[in-house]
């Protein structure tokens, strides 16, 4: 596998798209010991270089600048048989990105330094995919304590979060602000009024009523990211809402935006694609938290993605083992894995919803770089080689059987996918080789 030592990698007339260069153009890519070196019309022509090189055909595939992504669980510690950090960066790769962040809510929860580096040691022995850890908000996510902020983050942490349940203390949520400001650390909130959602399956509306199944309503949602908006303009902190799932949690990071606040938030593939419909038959893969919710909603989703209200694509790739989701609906642990289907699953928004391609690919890519601290992925000159290869057209079926993830918890498999991941480059090394196969 050649890798920053190994030989150099030539995309021959490729379409190169890289929004924050200006770049949309058929042209050649050198990548020399991990670097991309040379960019241009008939750049490899004059490279001298190209007998010794891996010459990739680009003809009628596109190369983009690698994905971040937000919002991953891998599971180690603690839930080795759903995902481990081995199998989630093997279908990260797959799914085209260079980075991941990884949520705490692993066992024990990642609330200390040991865990941080735990986690760290681990993927660098793996290879390939980056991964980042978000640290805890509270010991325990108990919502209580603050955790050691300043040591999760000299550990390596690049944000905290409590994620899978909500900071729902107004007095622990202003200190977590305040304290992790000088840290220079966002705080990403699940943000759910666990009062308002107790007991609750699935949205609360129409289906929930027929199906006899527990709502949980969009205000619960809505209520935490106005209270944590006000708290963060008034300790003037960064605050980023994870995975947001309403018409009114759009409105309000719109409107704080608007004031010129930091907040960001980010949505997740299944929520700009399904509704709670999905749901009906008790469907467990659907199950998730938040819920799926209604057609205006997933509308007022795909445009604030659009218009950059939202800023990043997440994917809350959820692993789940069939003993969490074949079971009762009341029984099933929300999630849903995504790593290796995101792209596959929302290449088709540009061609039917208000997205464009450049918004796509920043949200998947640079946005959520500059959420994490994380230097974007690019395609200037002498950039790291962090690139995604990808063919627009190809169709494909993800396949239980082809998934690097040990889960199987999606309701997108043997749906047929347009818009495939063909390779990735992390940290200058090939991650994921798809061309070979
Ligand atoms: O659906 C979800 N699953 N939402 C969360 O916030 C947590 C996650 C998990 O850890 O499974």
Redesign the pocket.
């Known amino acids: 596998m050649p890798s920053p030592s190994g030989p150099p990698l030539v995309f021959k007339n490729v379409r190169a798209i890289d929004p924050h260069l200006g770049l949309d153009a058929e042209v050649d890519v050198v990548i020399e010991k991990g670097v991309i070196t040379r960019s241009g019309r008939g750049a490899a022509s004059s490279f001298e270089g190209l007998a010794a090189a891996k010459v990739v055909d680009g003809a009628g595939r596109w190369l983009l600048p690698a994905f971040v992504d937000l919002h991953a669980?891998l599971?180690e510690p603690g839930y080795e048989y759903k995902e481990d950090i081995a199998s989630g960066l093997e279908a990260a790769a797959r799914g085209g990105y260079a980075h991941i962040c990884v949520?705490p809510?692993t066992k024990p929860v990642n609330d200390t330094r040991a865990v941080t580096e735990m986690m760290l040691r681990r993927a660098a022995e793996v290879g390939g995919t980056r991964l980042h850890p978000i640290a805890a908000i509270t010991r325990g996510q108990a919502g209580q304590e603050l955790t050691e902020m300043a040591e999760l983050r000299a550990a390596g942490a690049v944000a905290v979060s409590d994620?899978?349940?909500c900071v729902m203390s107004s007095a622990v949520m202003r200190r977590a602000l305040e304290y992790a400001k000088n840290f220079d650390l966002p705080v990403i909130q699940?943000a759910?009024d666990h009062d308002l959602t107790l007991g609750a399956q699935m949205n609360e509306g129409a289906t929930s009523a027929r199906l006899g199944l527990r709502g949980w309503p969009r205000v619960a949602e809505d209520i935490i990211i106005a209270r944590d908006v006000l708290l963060a303009e008034y300790v003037k902190a960064r605050y980023h809402a994870?995975?947001i799932s309403t018409a009114g949690a759009a409105r309000i990071v719109r409107e704080a935006k608007s004031r010129g606040l930091p907040v960001t938030c980010e949505v997740t593939p299944h929520h700009l694609l399904l509704t709670d419909a999905a749901v009906i038959g008790y469907e467990t893969a659907c199950?998730?938290?938040?819920p799926l919710r209604e057609e205006s909603d997933i509308e007022a989703l795909q445009n604030a993605l659009a218009d950059g209200t939202i800023d990043a694509i997440a994917t809350?790739h959820?692993?789940?083992s069939s003993l969490e989701k074949d079971c009762e609906f009341e029984e099933a642990?929300?999630?849903?894995m995504g790593l290796e289907l995101c792209f596959g699953l929302l290449l088709e928004l540009c061609s039917r919803s208000p997205l464009k391609l450049p918004r796509l690919i920043d949200a998947l890519s640079t946005a959520p770089a500059r959420i994490a601290g994380l230097t974007p992925p690019s395609l200037r000159e002498g950039a790291l080689a962090e690139v995604v290869l990808v063919s627009p057209e190809a169709t494909w079926v993800p396949k239980t059987e082809a998934l690097a993830s040990k889960s199987r918890n999606t309701p997108f498999l043997e749906r047929t996918l347009k818009g495939r991941v063909l390779l990735t480059m992390a940290d200058g090394a090939i991650a994921f080789d798809g061309l070979k196969s």
């Not at 199950?287 to 938040?290: A, D, E, L, R, T």
């Not at 642990?333 to 849903?336: A, N, T």
């Open positions: 669980h599971r949520m809510n994620d899978g349940v699940h759910e994870a995975h199950k998730v938290n938040p809350d959820a692993p789940h642990s929300p999630g849903m």
